[in-house]
């Protein structure tokens, strides 16, 4: 059996007891006094372990950005048989996550701390691997980055929203509504072929996601540019500038 490191203890302690407080009672109960107590300590095991408040909510969003991604890693399929419902459910999660912990969601996308930075980004490269999914399938209608954009904004969008609103108006089919309009616009009805029809834009970003970081045919110089090209094909579908 392992030794429980006693040093993390009581940081711990401090910011499950800061959670609960968040959660009940808005940030403004989350005092370093209340804390404390909570905790069963002294405040000024808080001043020395984070400084100060703003320390202590900068930990209260890194711990919530790992019990997210600790539920969308176990959502998370590296070979889904359907990516478009893949991203559907991926989005549903988020929203869900953030309707049903709004103190905590907000304090996650207002932390600037190098935790929570670490840990959001943690969560990008988990959105990118579904869009470069897509792009892979030939499933993109837009470039990968302005793809997850759209799916971030859009889910961000769509807590903000749903908590601005009165609860006697909120309807739960504005978030189906706002799911499929982001679905729509990030992905094509059908999966594209490299077919004239389609023109290049769509063959390119099949064949820039599919591409290998490491692929020993081609000189670091050569997949550089090849990915330059490739990116300016899939933004326009327009040619290669000299």
Same mark, same amino acid.
């Given at each position: 059996?392992?030794?429980?490191?006693?040093?993390?203890?009581?940081?711990?302690?401090?910011?499950?007891?800061?959670?609960?407080?968040?959660?009940?009672?808005?940030?403004?109960?989350?005092?370093?006094?209340?804390?404390?107590?909570?905790?069963?300590?002294?405040?000024?095991?808080?001043?020395?372990?984070?400084?100060?408040?703003?320390?202590?909510?900068?930990?209260?969003?890194?711990?919530?950005?790992?019990?997210?991604?600790?539920?969308?890693?176990?959502?998370?399929?590296?070979?889904?048989?359907?990516?478009?419902?893949?991203?559907?459910?991926?989005?549903?999660?988020?929203?869900?996550?953030?309707?049903?912990?709004?103190?905590?969601?907000?304090?996650?996308?207002?932390?600037?701390?190098?935790? @929570?930075?670490?840990?959001?980004? $943690?969560?990008?490269?988990? *959105?990118?691997?579904?869009?470069? #999914? &897509? =792009? +892979?399938? /030939?499933?993109?209608?837009?470039?990968?980055?302005?793809?997850?954009?759209?799916?971030?904004?859009?889910?961000?969008?769509?807590?903000?929203?749903?908590?601005?609103?009165?609860?006697?108006?909120?309807?739960?089919?504005?978030?189906?509504?706002?799911?499929?309009?982001?679905?729509?616009?990030?992905?094509?009805?059908?999966?594209?072929?490299?077919?004239?029809?389609?023109?290049?834009?769509?063959?390119?970003?099949?064949?820039?996601?599919?591409?290998?970081?490491? @692929?020993?045919?081609?000189?670091? $110089?050569?997949?550089?540019? *090849?990915?330059?090209?490739?990116? #300016? &094909? =899939? +933004?326009? /579908?327009?040619?290669?500038?000299?």
């Amino acid at each position: 059996m392992a030794t429980r490191n006693t040093t993390d203890s009581p940081r711990r302690r401090i910011v499950e007891a800061a959670v609960e407080l968040l959660e009940s009672g808005g940030a403004d109960a989350v005092s370093t006094r209340a804390v404390a107590a909570a905790a069963g300590m002294q405040p000024p095991a808080i001043y020395r372990l984070f400084g100060d408040k703003e320390g202590l909510l900068e930990a209260v969003a890194e711990h919530g950005y790992a019990q997210f991604l600790q539920s969308k890693r176990a959502l998370l399929d590296p070979e889904p048989q359907d990516a478009v419902e893949d991203l559907r459910r991926s989005w549903d999660m988020v929203v869900e996550f953030g309707i049903s912990r709004p103190e905590l969601f907000a304090v996650m996308v207002g932390a600037t701390g190098r935790g @929570a930075e670490t840990a959001h980004r $943690a969560g990008l490269e988990i *959105l990118h691997g579904r869009v470069r #999914r &897509l =792009a +892979a399938g /030939g499933w993109l209608r837009v470039d990968e980055e302005l793809a997850a954009q759209i799916i971030q904004a859009t889910g961000q969008g769509a807590v903000i929203t749903w908590h601005s609103t009165p609860a006697e108006r909120r309807n739960p089919a504005l978030l189906t509504v706002l799911r499929e309009a982001m679905v729509a616009a990030v992905t094509r009805a059908e999966p594209a072929v490299p077919a004239a029809e389609t023109g290049p834009a769509a063959a390119a970003r099949a064949l820039r996601a599919a591409l290998p970081d490491d @692929a020993d045919v081609l000189s670091d $110089a050569e997949q550089l540019l *090849l990915r330059e090209w490739l990116t #300016r &094909l =899939a +933004a326009d /579908g327009g040619p290669p500038h000299a």
